[in-house]
């Protein structure tokens, strides 16, 4: 499945993130005050969406089929490639390198946290 | 362009020294706050950019000699180089081609940025939300703007625009530029790529360092960093970023983090302190400073009687010391008291004899000069010529001048 997801695109997915699960009425109230988009706008977007099998409409309710990480993940490594040919540039004051860890390895360091004693 | 390189080259050998130096200090202060070692860096940055500094007898290039640091090689370098040699012209091209490379490399990755952010959300104050970020950054450097990606929970965005404002208040996102752009000046040198890394990773640690020592509570700072960089998939490998700071260590340092005590503070600024005035200087000049000028003009003066020498060398012939009379007269009561066979008193009988000894009195001479004075005048000849001509050796100067 492509997870490639244009700005406005990630935007509305983002909504239905945040919100779901969301009843389609709502998503429509939403996504007018967060991005100020007519309800014609919203239906059409939501249907491509649909198409393309990030999310669902069930009911008139409306929840996602692929997880925010994964979609995130493939858009920082798209991020990367696209607009800085692979690498964040030196001179760019990031918070970290972008480089995702591993699940094994974030458990390793949440237990060294948890281990730690605070003062 | 061979006039840039050179001095760029060299300011590099310096520069290269003291690296390695930081590097050493560093590993010292591992302990301490990397505020420490991150104020280290700006001596490597001083010596990569200025090709001269304060002099100093304290400073390491006094032991260094070899080194392009002290004025004798830098005057010596300057005037023994031929910049409009075939190999140094290639490669001063090659080495403005890299910086060109690299400028415009930044140039289109900044412009594309900008593009694939001008969807951002506005916040507040200065901060904007962008989706598919890898990571949040500040981007500007005038009136700096912070951007965060989408998704982030509640403490996770705080610890991060506090981390980001403690990086825009210190000036971070301007060093980091200036710093990239010694990199790019030094691009040959693979001990500034490193150096560029490390000092990255001081200033991302003493950042976090400074979030925590104004308040935040560190476990919940080291669970927002371990949550924002974790992979549901397996993480990709990814190419090397110079300059950005994995999780891992960042993590690490936080949990070694305590506020510091008063020793502590005290050895790290002595060390800072100690390491800026023995690499931060130049090497105090030698007590008699060459001036290849003065060796061309001025005649040998150091050497105050040539005559006497071949006085004794001689025993057939004697030559009477006329230097302090600038006719061509020779006083002959003073021949009167040696026991030579022969008196000269007429001078134009001199010629060959006269140029043999005060040749080798002349090699006496710049054997002297050489012990005194690293360089030897470039003109002996003349030099010798002018001598003869104050003391008077009148036909004898005139036929070798003209042969000259």
């Given amino acids: 499945m492509d997870l490639k997801l244009y700005e406005y695109d990630y935007k509305f997915m983002s909504i239905i993130w945040d919100n779901e699960p969301v009843a389609s009425g709502q998503l429509v109230k939403l996504a007018l005050k967060k991005l100020g988009w007519k309800k014609s706008t919203t239906y059409s977007t939501l249907k491509k969406l649909c198409e393309r099998g990030f999310a669902q409409n069930k009911d008139t309710v409306v929840t996602s089929l692929v997880p925010r990480e994964e979609v995130q993940a493939y858009a920082s490594e798209q991020f990367v490639e696209s607009t800085f040919y692979g690498s964040l540039p030196g001179f760019l004051t990031a918070f970290f390198d972008g480089k995702k860890i591993s699940k094994a390895e974030a458990a390793e360091l949440k237990s060294l946290i948890d281990e730690y004693e605070e003062e | 362009m061979a006039n840039l390189f050179l001095p760029v080259l060299k300011m590099s050998a310096v520069g290269s020294i003291v690296i390695l130096a930081v590097i050493l200090v560093r590993f010292l202060l591992r302990g301490a706050p990397k505020i420490y070692s991150y104020i280290l860096w700006s001596v490597a940055a001083f010596r990569l950019l200025c090709p001269v500094a304060f002099a100093s007898s304290i400073s390491i290039f006094n032991y260094v000699k070899d080194v392009p640091s002290t004025p004798v090689a830098q005057t010596a370098t300057a005037v023994m180089t031929e910049p409009k040699s075939d190999p140094m012209a290639i490669l001063s091209a090659v080495w403005f081609s890299g910086i060109v490379v690299l400028i415009i490399y930044s140039i289109i990755a900044y412009y594309r940025l900008k593009v694939r952010l001008k969807d951002a959300e506005y916040l507040y104050d200065n901060i904007y939300s962008a989706e598919g970020l890898p990571s949040p950054f500040v981007m500007g450097f005038l009136s700096p703007k912070i951007y965060i990606p989408g998704g982030l929970n509640d403490e996770e965005r705080e610890y991060v625009l506090k981390h980001e404002h403690v990086h825009i208040k210190r000036g971070d996102h301007i060093i980091k530029l200036f710093g990239f752009g010694v990199l790019a000046l030094h691009w040959f040198n693979p001990l500034c790529w490193l150096a560029f890394t490390l000092m990255s990773r001081d200033m991302e640690m003493s950042c976090d360092e400074r979030v925590l020592r104004d308040g935040s509570s560190i476990k919940v700072y080291g669970n927002a960093l371990v949550s924002m960089a974790t992979a549901t998939r397996f993480p990709s490998p990814g190419p090397i970023s110079f300059g950005e700071v994995g999780v891992k260590r960042r993590v690490k340092n936080i949990l070694c983090w305590k506020k510091p005590a008063i020793w502590i503070t005290v050895i790290s600024v002595?060390?800072?302190?100690?390491?800026?005035?023995?690499?931060?200087?130049?090497?105090?000049?030698?007590?008699?400073?060459?001036?290849?000028?003065?060796?061309?003009?001025?005649?040998?003066?150091?050497?105050?009687?040539?005559?006497?020498?071949?006085?004794?060398?001689?025993?057939?012939?004697?030559?009477?010391?006329?230097?302090?009379?600038?006719?061509?007269?020779?006083?002959?009561?003073?021949?009167?008291?040696?026991?030579?066979?022969?008196?000269?008193?007429?001078?134009?009988?001199?010629?060959?004899?006269?140029?043999?000894?005060?040749?080798?009195?002349?090699?006496?001479?710049?054997?002297?000069?050489?012990?005194?004075?690293?360089?030897?005048?470039?003109?002996?000849?003349?030099?010798?010529?002018?001598?003869?001509?104050?003391?008077?050796?009148?036909?004898?100067?005139?036929?070798?001048?003209?042969?000259?």
Avoid: W
């Fill in chain 2, 270 to 404: 002595i060390l800072c302190i100690g390491t800026v005035s023995v690499f931060a200087t130049d090497a105090k000049a030698d007590p008699e400073p060459v001036k290849p000028e003065e060796n061309i003009v001025l005649p040998d003066t150091s050497d105050t009687k040539p005559v006497p020498e071949t006085e004794e060398q001689t025993a057939d012939t004697i030559i009477v010391d006329t230097t302090t009379v600038d006719t061509t007269t020779v006083d002959t009561t003073a021949a009167e008291t040696t026991t030579a066979d022969r008196v000269i008193s007429d001078t134009t009988h001199i010629p060959e004899t006269t140029k043999k000894e005060t040749d080798t009195t002349h090699t006496k001479n710049t054997e002297k000069q050489k012990d005194t004075v690293p360089r030897s005048d470039l003109f002996p000849d003349v030099e010798d010529l002018m001598e003869m001509i104050e003391e008077g050796y009148g036909d004898a100067v005139v036929v070798e001048t003209t042969g000259d």
